[in-house]
């Protein structure tokens, strides 16, 4: 008896998904192995989502899936088939969020590359459930600024959840 022979599965495999990005419908058909990032860049031209470690560790990519933060570089475009996403072009539909004008004024950003991973983060914290300066940090502690020492930052989520630097 001859042992059978491993199936091998083609890459080049397609899906069709149907998603809501920033309150619109899209249906696509993806390949297989697309990742999210790619698609929400390459396919929809939505370039605010930024790539940076493509590992999930510097959080620029992090998009708002069904609610939730999440890094758009690791998860792929087939897996949020029925799902809404946020990108941070769908943060206001007019003018800057609250958010984003305090980032602005408290110059919560430098090269900017980081931006939009910490308001799509940050966009989904209730920040009753992270008091204090330590809950701000920890609140953005998943995203990672090269060029602003955070002090900007800091004060930007301050500003934007109204609260006084503690002594």
């Known amino acids: 008896?001859?042992?059978?022979?491993?199936?091998?599965?083609?890459?080049?495999?397609?899906?069709?998904?149907?998603?809501?990005?920033?309150?619109?419908?899209?249906?696509?058909?993806?390949?297989?192995?697309?990742?999210?990032?790619?698609?929400?860049?390459?396919?929809?031209?939505?370039t605010g989502t930024h790539v940076g470690c493509e590992q999930g560790i510097c959080g620029a990519c992090t998009i708002n899936l069904d609610g939730e933060p999440v890094r758009s570089c690791i998860m792929l475009a087939a897996q949020v088939d029925g799902s809404a996403i946020t990108t941070v072009e769908g943060l206001s539909s007019e003018g800057l969020s609250p958010l984003q004008q305090a980032f602005k004024d408290n110059h919560g950003l430098q090269c900017g590359f980081c931006?939009?991973?910490?308001?799509?983060?940050?966009?989904?914290?209730?920040?009753?459930?992270?008091?204090?300066?330590?809950?701000?940090?920890?609140?953005?502690?998943?995203?990672?600024?090269?060029?602003?020492?955070?002090?900007?930052?800091?004060?930007?989520?301050?500003t934007a959840w109204n609260r006084p630097q503690d002594g």
Do not use: H, K, W
């Open 115 to 158: 931006t939009p991973g910490f308001l799509m983060t940050l966009s989904t914290v209730d920040p009753e459930e992270y008091p204090g300066e330590e809950g701000i940090r920890e609140a953005i502690s998943g995203n990672l600024c090269r060029c602003t020492g955070y002090g900007g930052i800091l004060q930007a989520v301050r």
């Open 1 to 46: 008896m001859t042992a059978p022979t491993a199936r091998r599965v083609e890459p080049s495999v397609e899906v069709p998904i149907s998603v809501t990005v920033n309150g619109e419908a899209v249906e696509a058909v993806v390949p297989a192995r697309q990742l999210l990032a790619d698609f929400l860049r390459e396919e929809l031209r939505l």
